[in-house]
């Protein structure tokens, strides 16, 4: 897994395409949630689309690994997420393309759903929130640009491998000691355990299909080594010829 050895500012990238869509889907849907259920109390949305532990496992509400992902509970969270979203997913997004850039949130952010069922199978708190996609898009930018400069706490500039050791650390830690909330930290430390694991995994992947390759191209060549020697012939001198 190749690392870029930028040591620039990471602040304010241009916003890529789906990193754009992302952050208008998400914002278009705490618009159409939040705004009922702040001012008219309407929260069906949230009972069936949050993701509630004891409906996955007893209900089967799969499809609450996916939706919990968009809705937020105020505005500065939702801020907040998209923020750390385009701060962070935009250079991933210029790196691997769009395909890849979105199937890697999907997966984080799903992750860091089943991490939380997993830990709390019966809960009846629910979790909203995209911060286990952005905790994994943190670790993939970590990992990749480890030299980039960010800014901790938006004033103190630090080299993104510690800022993401330093997020690591607190998240682990109120995981362990926050039983759950609407903003599961168990959820975040997921995302991150996914994204980690799917990067590290595609080195090995990487390895695998290498040693295949070299399998197979020495298979092709002792392939032809046959087929050259069936071909081959003497002249009068006894020498081979080809």
């Known amino acids: 897994m190749p690392r870029y050895r930028d040591v620039s500012y990471a602040l304010f990238p241009p916003l890529t395409p789906m990193v754009k869509k992302i952050v208008i889907f998400t914002s278009a849907a705490f618009v159409v949630t939040w705004i009922p259920a702040r001012f008219w109390g309407w929260g069906y949305p949230y009972g069936v689309f949050a993701l509630r532990p004891w409906d996955v496992t007893h209900n089967l509400?799969?499809?609450?690994?996916?939706?919990?992902?968009?809705?937020?509970?105020?505005?500065?969270?939702?801020?907040?997420?998209?923020?750390?979203?385009?701060?962070?997913?935009?250079?991933?997004?210029?790196?691997?393309?769009?395909?890849?850039?979105?199937?890697?949130?999907?997966?984080?952010?799903?992750?860091?759903?089943?991490?939380?069922?997993?830990?709390?199978?019966?809960?009846?708190?629910?979790?909203?929130?995209?911060?286990?996609?952005?905790?994994?898009?943190?670790?993939?930018?970590?990992l990749l640009f480890p030299e980039r400069i960010?800014?901790?706490?938006?004033?103190?500039?630090?080299?993104?491998?510690?800022?993401?050791?330093?997020?690591?650390?607190?998240?682990?830690?109120?995981?362990?000691?926050?039983?759950?909330?609407?903003?599961?930290?168990?959820?975040?430390?997921?995302?991150?355990?996914?994204?980690?694991?799917?990067?590290r995994g595609g080195g090995l992947r990487y390895r695998l299909e290498l040693r295949y390759q070299e399998w197979r191209r020495a298979r092709l060549r002792r392939k032809f080594e046959v087929y050259m020697h069936k071909h081959e012939k003497k002249d009068e001198a006894g020498r081979w010829i080809n």
Not at 159 to 184: C, D, H, M, N, Q
């Open 150 to 199: 960010v800014l901790f706490a938006l004033i103190i500039p630090m080299r993104a491998k510690w800022f993401v050791l330093i997020f690591a650390g607190i998240e682990f830690l109120y995981s362990l000691s926050t039983p759950g909330s609407t903003i599961s930290h168990v959820a975040h430390v997921g995302g991150m355990l996914f994204g980690l694991a799917y990067l």
């Open 61 to 142: 509400f799969v499809w609450q690994l996916v939706t919990y992902l968009f809705l937020h509970a105020e505005p500065f969270h939702i801020i907040f997420n998209m923020f750390g979203v385009w701060m962070f997913g935009s250079d991933l997004e210029r790196l691997w393309g769009p395909r890849k850039f979105l199937f890697y949130y999907f997966l984080t952010g799903i992750g860091a759903g089943i991490l939380d069922v997993v830990v709390h199978p019966s809960a009846l708190t629910a979790t909203i929130g995209c911060s286990g996609a952005f905790y994994g898009l943190l670790v993939a930018f970590g």
